[in-house]
């Protein structure tokens, strides 16, 4: 299933000309919001989401409103959502921004959502500009057994000011269970997101990819500059390099902590990826608040105690475009 609409509150916005960064700039935030259902019982939650007691709309609200002012504290032109239940909680979290917005260029006007049918979740996209061209991506493989259920790659295009940018949401297949068995998939997302970026039609084009990418850091490819080499296995097509945020300009891991804490351990999973024609001016692991510890640890979301945010860390950047 894909969606792609003008939230409501917005239509008489539609023409407006909105340049939230700058001209010259865009700033984008992925994060996965960890298991985020709405009030409903639909029979696609997970277990726990289905016991008596253990969730209600009035539990919803509140975590509803706590993701709200993240977002608010994100301030970015455009933030991508992990694991969200349906296009129903992308219009709840933007009638609640748009209640709190004095300004309403500051607001997100534009929203688009997908996951594949019978899925417990999909990733959605909130921005500032204008968003259009929704595409959704989804491997058939026929040749081995057993493909596990696996979100879509989202492409789409943010019209930001006078430049066309294309955007990549990915949710690539989790680790759990066996992680070497779960590789091949993962694998294969890459290829299907290679084979995407080279499908594009403009040249040179300006293009992000981010998401939860079930990949650390150091498993992906990269050049000795930290360039990540992003391999496509289809015949006919060429290798994409791209810039990781995790990496600075000489190819070593910025210090500090990952996106996601696991086992007492760190992990780089959730990433921002861009092409060679933007310049990344600042990047934050967006830690510095309540839904962290003091150390910046994230708290996860409890659902029998109501407590917590989720197990990932926001990832924040400010690009600007190369001419």
């Known amino acids: 299933m894909k969606k792609f609409f003008v939230l409501f509150f917005a239509v008489l916005m539609v023409s407006c000309s909105i340049e939230p960064s700058g001209k010259n700039h865009l700033s984008l935030a992925t994060w996965n919001v960890q298991t985020f259902f709405d009030g409903k019982k639909d029979g696609c ?14 539990k919803y ?12 504290q994100l301030d970015c032109d455009v933030i991508v959502l992990e694991e969200l239940e ?24 534009y929203a688009c959502f997908a996951k594949n049918p019978g899925s417990s979740i999909g990733c959605g996209i909130l921005s500032r500009f204008e968003l259009s061209d929704l595409k959704i991506h989804n ?12 979100r879509p790659i989202m492409e789409v295009t943010i019209n930001s000011g006078n430049k066309k ?22 694998d294969l997302q890459e290829n299907l997101l290679c084979s995407c970026i080279n499908n594009l039609e403009e040249e040179n084009p300006y293009f992000l990819i ?60 959730d990433h921002i990826f861009t092409s060679q024609n933007f310049v990344l001016e600042n ?32 990832l924040k950047a400010l690009l600007s475009y190369k001419e």
């Open 210 to 269: 981010c998401g939860d990418f079930n990949r650390d850091a150091l498993e992906f490819r990269k050049t000795e500059k930290g360039i990540v080499n992003l391999r496509c296995g289809n015949y006919g097509c060429k290798d994409e390099l791209l810039n990781s945020c995790w990496f600075d300009s000489d190819g070593n891991l910025i210090p500090g902590q990952g996106s996601y804490y696991y086992k007492d351990n760190w992990e780089r999973i």
């Open 139 to 150: 491997l058939d493989i026929r040749t081995i057994e057993n493909q596990p259920s696996m």
């Open 86 to 109: 349906n296009e129903g909680i992308i219009y709840d979290i933007s009638n609640r921004l748009a209640g709190n917005a004095w300004n309403q260029k500051k607001n997100w006007n």
């Open 165 to 186: 940018v294309q955007l990549f949401v990915n949710h690539w297949k989790s680790k759990s269970g066996d992680a070497e068995e779960s590789e091949i998939w993962r």
């Open 45 to 58: 939650e997970y277990s726990e989401f289905k016991k008596g007691d253990n969730w209600s709309i009035e």
């Open 283 to 314: 990047f934050e692991v967006f830690s510095n608040g309540e839904w962290c510890t003091e150390e910046g640890i994230p708290k996860s979301y409890k659902i029998f105690t109501g407590e917590g945010y989720s197990d990932h860390v926001p």
């Open 61 to 72: 609200e509140v975590r509803l409103n706590r993701l709200c002012n993240v977002i608010t």
